[in-house]
C-alpha cells in the first residue's frame, strides 16, 4: 500500500479509536453494568471501581492501536480482532502489577485455567488453530498463517496472565478474569477461523458462521461467579 494510502487509513482509522474512546470511556455506570453481566448482582462501591479500572486499562490503548494496526494488516476484520486482543494483552500485562489501592481479602482458592474457561473451549481453540495453520501452511497463505499463529498464543498468554494476576478480591476479581480470559480465548478462535477459511467459497461463509457461533458461546456473561473449588 502507498504511504499517502497508509498515513490516510491510520488517520481515519486512529481517529475513529478516539472517538470511540470517548464516547465509551468507563464511569461507576459501566463498571455495574459489566459486573451485572458477569455473575455480580449487587456491587459494592470497591467492586465497582475494580471493574472500571479494568475497563479503562483496556479502552486507553484502543485508539492508538486503531492507529498502527489497520495500515500494517490492511484488514477490516482482522484490524479489529488484533486491536482487541492487542488491547487485552497491555492491560492484563499492566494488571500484573500489584495495586497500590487498600487490599481487599481474596478467595484461598488456587486459580486454575479451566477455572476461568470451560475445557471446551479451550480445545476449540487448539482445533481451529491447528486447522488453519495445516490449512495455510498448505495453500502457501504465509502471512494469514503469523496472524493466525499470533492470535492463538496472544489468546492463551492473555488467559494465562488473567489466572496468575494479583488477587484485587473475591467476586468481581472472579468475574473479571473470567471475562478476560474468554473473550480472549473467543477471539483467537474467530481470527483462526478467518484466516485460515477457505477464500472467497461458500466453505469461507460456513467457516464465518460456525466461528461467530462458538465465540457467541465462549464469551457468553456468567449468570453467577463459579464457587471456588
Same mark, same amino acid.
Given at each position: 500500500m502507498p504511504w499517502d494510502?497508509?498515513?490516510g487509513v491510520a488517520l481515519v482509522t486512529g481517529l475513529a479509536g478516539l472517538a470511540i474512546l470517548i464516547v465509551l470511556w468507563p464511569g461507576e455506570k459501566h463498571g455495574k453494568r459489566l459486573l451485572r453481566r458477569w455473575g455480580v448482582p449487587d456491587p459494592d462501591p470497591a467492586e465497582v471501581a475494580l471493574a472500571v479500572r479494568y475497563?479503562? #486499562?483496556r #479502552?486507553? +490503548?484502543?485508539? +492508538?492501536?486503531?492507529l498502527a494496526i489497520p495500515p500494517l494488516l490492511d484488514r477490516t476484520a482482522g484490524s479489529l480482532f488484533t486491536t482487541l486482543m492487542l488491547g487485552g494483552l497491555i492491560a492484563e500485562l499492566?494488571?500484573?502489577r500489584p495495586s497500590r489501592g487498600p487490599r481487599r481479602e481474596a478467595v484461598l482458592s488456587r486459580r486454575t485455567l479451566t477455572g476461568l474457561v470451560p475445557a471446551w473451549a479451550l480445545?476449540?481453540?487448539v482445533l481451529a488453530a491447528a486447522g488453519s495453520i495445516v490449512n495455510l501452511a498448505r495453500t502457501d #497463505? +504465509?502471512?494469514s498463517l503469523a496472524v493466525s499463529a499470533g492470535a492463538f498464543v496472544v489468546a492463551w498468554a492473555i488467559a494465562l496472565l488473567a489466572v496468575r494476576r494479583p488477587a484485587a478480591g473475591d467476586r468481581a476479581d472472579l468475574a473479571l478474569r473470567c471475562r478476560s480470559a474468554r473473550v480472549a480465548i473467543g477471539l483467537g478462535?474467530?481470527?483462526c477461523a478467518a484466516a485460515g477459511g477457505p477464500v472467497q467459497s461458500f466453505g469461507a461463509l460456513l467457516t464465518v458462521v460456525g466461528a461467530l457461533v462458538v465465540f457467541s458461546a465462549v464469551v457468553a456473561p456468567m449468570k453467577q461467579v463459579p464457587a471456588p473449588a
Amino acid at each position: 500500500m502507498p504511504w499517502d494510502n497508509v498515513l490516510g487509513v491510520a488517520l481515519v482509522t486512529g481517529l475513529a479509536g478516539l472517538a470511540i474512546l470517548i464516547v465509551l470511556w468507563p464511569g461507576e455506570k459501566h463498571g455495574k453494568r459489566l459486573l451485572r453481566r458477569w455473575g455480580v448482582p449487587d456491587p459494592d462501591p470497591a467492586e465497582v471501581a475494580l471493574a472500571v479500572r479494568y475497563l479503562k #486499562r483496556r #479502552r486507553l +490503548w484502543y485508539p +492508538w492501536l486503531f492507529l498502527a494496526i489497520p495500515p500494517l494488516l490492511d484488514r477490516t476484520a482482522g484490524s479489529l480482532f488484533t486491536t482487541l486482543m492487542l488491547g487485552g494483552l497491555i492491560a492484563e500485562l499492566l494488571a500484573q502489577r500489584p495495586s497500590r489501592g487498600p487490599r481487599r481479602e481474596a478467595v484461598l482458592s488456587r486459580r486454575t485455567l479451566t477455572g476461568l474457561v470451560p475445557a471446551w473451549a479451550l480445545g476449540m481453540s487448539v482445533l481451529a488453530a491447528a486447522g488453519s495453520i495445516v490449512n495455510l501452511a498448505r495453500t502457501d #497463505r +504465509w502471512t494469514s498463517l503469523a496472524v493466525s499463529a499470533g492470535a492463538f498464543v496472544v489468546a492463551w498468554a492473555i488467559a494465562l496472565l488473567a489466572v496468575r494476576r494479583p488477587a484485587a478480591g473475591d467476586r468481581a476479581d472472579l468475574a473479571l478474569r473470567c471475562r478476560s480470559a474468554r473473550v480472549a480465548i473467543g477471539l483467537g478462535i474467530a481470527t483462526c477461523a478467518a484466516a485460515g477459511g477457505p477464500v472467497q467459497s461458500f466453505g469461507a461463509l460456513l467457516t464465518v458462521v460456525g466461528a461467530l457461533v462458538v465465540f457467541s458461546a465462549v464469551v457468553a456473561p456468567m449468570k453467577q461467579v463459579p464457587a471456588p473449588a
